[in-house]
C-alpha cells in the first residue's frame, strides 16, 4: 500500500443516466478486481429492533389481559409497532442502495417493496405476505377495526422473522460506493480517523452519497493524479436506472472488497477531490 499523498486533480463532465450506463458498459475490467463501499447505520436510535421488541411486549399484554377493551389496545399497539419495524427496515435498505435520493424514490408501500424485489432483497412470495400484514395494519389505522389476538400475533411473528431474515445478513449494512481499484487508505489511526488518497490506477464507477447533491459517475484517469470524472445528480436518475447502475458496476467489477464507515468513506472522498464535484 503506497503512503504518498497525492494532490488529485479532476476535470468535471456532466452525464445523464444514460451515458453513465454506456460508458460503464464499456469499460474493460481485470479479473481481480477491488473496491470500497460504506457502512450504513439503520435509521432511529436502535434501527427496526426496537420497535418489534415493543410489538413483541404488546402481544405479551394482550395475552396476559383480563380486560377486553385492553386486550383490543394492546393487539392494535403490536400490529403498528411491527408495521412500523418493517417500514424502519425498508428505509433502511432504500437509504443504503441510494433510492431515497433520486428523483422518483419510492414513496407508499407497494413502490418501497418493488424496489426491494429489483435490488434482490426480498422475493415475490416474499412481497405477497408482507402485503397481507399491511392489510391487518391499515384496518387497524384506517378502519379503526381492532384486530384479534391471534391476528396481531401472526403479523408480528412474520415482519420480526423478515426483518431477522434481512437484517443478521453479513452484507445488510453494506452500501455501494466505489467500484474498481484506486489506491487509497483508510482506518483509525493513533489520531482519529483517517482517508487518504494515493492516486487513480483504473477506471472506476462511484456511487457517491457525500456531499449537498449525490451522485452516481465515472472516474476516468489520465494519470496517477488527473482523472475526468463524468456525473450525473441523482436527482436526475430514476430508481428504475439506479438499479440498472448498480447491477451492471457488481456485473463489471463484483462485491467491493473492503468497507468503512461514513466517516471514514467521507474524508477518502474529501481526499480524492470527489467530494466537491
Known sequence: MPTARVQPQIEV??????????????IKTEAVISGHGVIVNPPGVNGPEEFLSWAL?????????????ER?????????????GFACLVDWFLERDLA???????????????????????DELTSHVVERA?????????????????AAENVVELFRRIADALRLRPNAPHGPWIFGNFRHSAGIGKNGIY???????DSLAVFSRFGIQPWIGL??????????????????TSTDQLVQLLALARRKFG?????????????????AGLLAV
Open 72 to 84: 383490543r389496545r394492546h393487539c392494535v399497539s403490536a400490529v403498528l409497532h411491527a408495521r412500523r
Open 13 to 26: 463532465e456532466s452525464a445523464t443516466a444514460s451515458d453513465i450506463l454506456d460508458g460503464l458498459e464499456s
Open 134 to 150: 399491511i392489510r391487518e395494519r391499515n384496518k387497524a389505522e384506517h378502519q379503526y377495526q381492532s384486530p384479534s389476538l391471534e
Open 255 to 271: 462485491i467491493p472488497s473492503s468497507y468503512s464507515s461514513a466517516e471514514i468513506c467521507e474524508l477518502l472522498a474529501q481526499d
Open 100 to 122: 431515497s435520493s433520486c428523483k422518483n424514490p419510492p414513496r407508499n408501500a407497494k413502490q418501497k417493496v418493488e424496489f426491494l424485489i429489483s435490488r434482490g432483497i426480498i
Open 195 to 201: 482517508g487518504n488518497f494515493h492516486g487513480w490506477m
Open 219 to 236: 472516474v476516468l484517469p489520465k494519470t496517477k493524479v488527473r482523472a475526468i470524472v463524468r456525473r450525473v445528480f441523482l436527482r436526475q
Open 57 to 69: 411486549l404488546d402481544v405479551t399484554n394482550a395475552r396476559q389481559s383480563s380486560s377486553e377493551k
